[in-house]
């Protein structure tokens, strides 16, 4: 009797997790692997919106990946908008955490000053940073460049000076982020491996590379994964603030899935850009997870 009792309670219980967890469940099926499923598919099909046909071709798209020259322009585009953004928001956000998690003069004005990009509209930030960095002197930017006699760029319609645009906007757009949670990591240091090594002589450089980076190792390798996940895949800025240009030279892969699947409406080869993107995105981050040990002197 007592057995049974254990069973229907055991049972019961199994009961109550399992419709805890199904709608979760249901959710992630129907909301992500569906679609990603979908979207493997789609990417050995010829699927045009436009005319309402869908022929399969297998692996042609991916074959034909390669030949197209404005791909390869978006990858580059996309590896050099990461390698741009990657490492500013890294040194910067570190370099404030430390700065703010000393607690110096100033520090919650600064914090605040710094989280109000993160929690502004994406297409708002853009916006309004397509008008500061208008060409002549239309610009604030410019306009404050000619009263101490510099001569701005055509920031968003010139090559080089477009590309550096959308990564030092982006870069100051997610910064606050990034402090934010080298900050928790900056305070919960332990004080006592600190005040060792200070006592021991290390100050200011040295303090800092041999006992303060090794101990936030764990953190800068988060925070790096995520940083270049969000850099491969950055839509806003571009669309809103280069459309992609001048002359292809910030359209980057995210922008280009775009513009095939809405433009040209050749969703079936945008579905194959889009798992080429997501395999690279799968390469770093296991890349960067598996090289973690080697980097961190304090991960078991």
Request: charged share 10%; no cysteine.
């Amino acid at each position: 009797m007592k057995q049974q009792s254990l069973r229907s309670i055991h049972r019961r219980e199994a009961i109550i997790g399992w419709a805890f967890v199904t709608p979760q469940m249901a959710g992630f099926v129907i909301f992500v692997l569906l679609p990603l499923f979908s979207v493997f598919l789609y990417g050995m099909q010829e699927k045009n919106l436009l005319f309402g046909t869908t022929t399969f071709i297998g692996l042609t798209n991916y074959g034909n990946l390669f030949k197209d020259p404005l791909f390869i322009k978006s990858l580059v585009n996309t590896l050099i908008f990461s390698a741009g953004v990657v490492p500013m928001n890294l040194i910067f956000s570190l370099m404030l955490a430390l700065y703010l998690g000393g607690g110096r003069n100033g520090t919650k004005f600064v914090r605040s000053i710094i989280f109000l990009p993160v929690i502004t509209s994406g297409v708002a930030w853009a916006i309004v940073w397509r008008y500061l960095l208008q060409g002549g002197t239309a610009g604030p930017v410019n306009w404050l460049l000619a009263h101490i006699g510099i001569e701005g760029p055509n920031w968003l319609y010139a090559k080089g000076w477009a590309m550096a645009s959308v990564i030092v906007t982006r870069v100051m757009k997610n910064l606050g982020m990034n402090v934010l949670i080298f900050m928790g990591a900056v305070l919960n240091m332990p004080g006592d491996v600190i005040e060792a090594a200070q006592i021991d002589g290390a100050r200011g450089w040295t303090l800092f590379a041999k006992i303060k980076l090794p101990l936030l190792m764990p953190t800068v390798m988060m925070v790096t994964i995520v940083t270049v996940i969000g850099s491969m895949r950055v839509f806003d800025t571009i669309k809103l603030m280069t459309d992609g240009g001048p002359e292809g030279s910030t359209m980057v892969m995210v922008y280009y899935i775009y513009h095939q699947a809405f433009k040209m409406f050749e969703t079936g080869y945008a579905s194959a850009i889009a798992v080429t993107l997501f395999l690279i995105v799968l390469l770093l981050t296991a890349l960067q997870w598996f090289s973690r040990k080697r980097i961190s002197y304090y991960e078991s």
